[in-house]
């Protein structure tokens, strides 16, 4: 079991913008970080190296850690192993980075289209609790916008699950990768950070982020995610991350504060 302030064990499934910026934050922090992606360790050996990480299998990202980060493609969540957990502790906590983003990056997938959580889906498919986390920031706001504690305007994450224990854990290293946690409510509830949505990658403080959350309106936000192409059209040939905040505040129908 993991507690505040201790070194954690904590494997990593898919490095890329998202979960290798994690990992980087992590490693820094000073837990023991395991990175693995789908082709196997040879392909995360050089960042593993390059973040001061262990390069391993998936089956290595999860065994005898405290918390895995799993940040993949929903298709690549299909693909898991089926005893990919087997050997994984009792409370291991699984955070879930993914979004759904049919007819741009991922297949159509019907329960999802039919209402279900993003992350209940990914749940259902693992066979494991997950936590939603890390999700609703945009990767160069992650990797670069991140504060001290108690920094006016520090920008927020959303954390959605059921289990309070490894909510609580999430929100720790949302707060050590350098901003404030935001409680999201249960799982069920996590369609309130999903893509498109008031809480979606507009770099809010906590504040103005409890805000958008509460203003999400149940399935206004995949009417605007399918428009994306459209929406995408809007912005300069080279878009700044200023250009693509200043689009998410302006179609995610944000809150007032804004």
């Given at each position: 079991?993991?507690?505040?302030?201790?070194?954690?064990?904590?494997?990593?499934?898919?490095?890329?913008?998202?979960?290798?910026?994690?990992?980087?934050?992590?490693?820094?922090?000073?837990?023991?970080?395991?990175?693995?992606?789908?082709?196997?360790?040879?392909?995360?050996?050089?960042?593993?190296?390059?973040?001061?990480?262990?390069?391993?299998?998936?089956?290595?990202?999860?065994?005898?850690?405290?918390?895995?980060?799993?940040?993949?493609?929903?298709?690549?969540?299909?693909?898991?192993?089926?005893?990919?957990?087997?050997?994984?502790?009792?409370?291991?906590?699984?955070?879930?980075?993914?979004?759904?983003?049919?007819?741009?990056?991922?297949?159509?997938?019907?329960?999802?289209?039919?209402?279900i959580p993003e992350s209940?889906?990914?749940?259902?498919?693992?066979?494991?609790?997950?936590?939603?986390?890390?999700?609703?920031?945009?990767?160069?706001?992650?990797?670069?916008?991140?504060?001290?504690?108690?920094?006016?305007?520090?920008?927020?994450?959303?954390?959605?699950?059921?289990?309070?224990?490894?909510?609580?854990?999430?929100?720790?290293?949302?707060?050590?990768?350098?901003?404030?946690?935001v409680d999201g409510g249960?799982?069920?509830?996590?369609?309130?950070?999903?893509?498109?949505?008031?809480?979606?990658?507009?770099?809010?403080?906590?504040?103005?982020?409890?805000?958008?959350?509460?203003?999400?309106?149940?399935?206004?936000?995949?009417?605007?995610?399918?428009?994306?192409?459209?929406?995408?059209?809007?912005?300069?040939?080279?878009?700044?991350?200023?250009?693509?905040?200043?689009?998410?505040?302006?179609?995610?129908?944000?809150?007032?504060?804004?």
């Open positions: 079991m993991a507690y505040e302030g201790e070194t954690m064990e904590i494997g990593v499934i898919g490095v890329g913008a998202i979960g290798g910026t994690i990992a980087r934050k992590l490693s820094a922090n000073g837990h023991s970080v395991r990175v693995a992606n789908s082709r196997g360790p040879g392909a995360v050996k050089d960042f593993a190296g390059e973040i001061g990480a262990a390069a391993v299998d998936v089956y290595g990202a999860v065994k005898g850690a405290d918390v895995l980060i799993l940040s993949i493609p929903f298709p690549a969540v299909e693909k898991l192993p089926a005893d990919l957990f087997d050997a994984a502790s009792s409370d291991l906590v699984i955070i879930d980075t993914g979004n759904y983003y049919p007819d741009m990056r991922d297949p159509r997938i019907a329960e999802i289209d039919a209402g209940v889906w990914v749940s259902k498919q693992i066979g494991r609790p997950v936590i939603k986390a890390y999700n609703n920031i945009l990767a160069p706001s992650l990797a670069e916008l991140g504060q001290p504690e108690g920094s006016p305007g520090r920008l927020a994450v959303a954390v959605a699950g059921d289990d309070t224990r490894a909510k609580q854990i999430t929100m720790q290293l949302v707060n050590e990768t350098g901003f404030d946690p249960t799982l069920d509830q996590s369609w309130r950070q999903q893509p498109s949505t008031p809480s979606y990658c507009c770099d809010y403080d906590a504040e103005t982020m409890r805000e958008a959350l509460a203003a999400a309106v149940k399935g206004e936000a995949e009417k605007i995610r399918d428009n994306w192409k459209e929406i995408f059209g809007k912005l300069p040939a080279n878009p700044t991350h200023a250009d693509m905040i200043a689009l998410n505040r302006s179609v995610n129908t944000p809150p007032s504060k804004s």
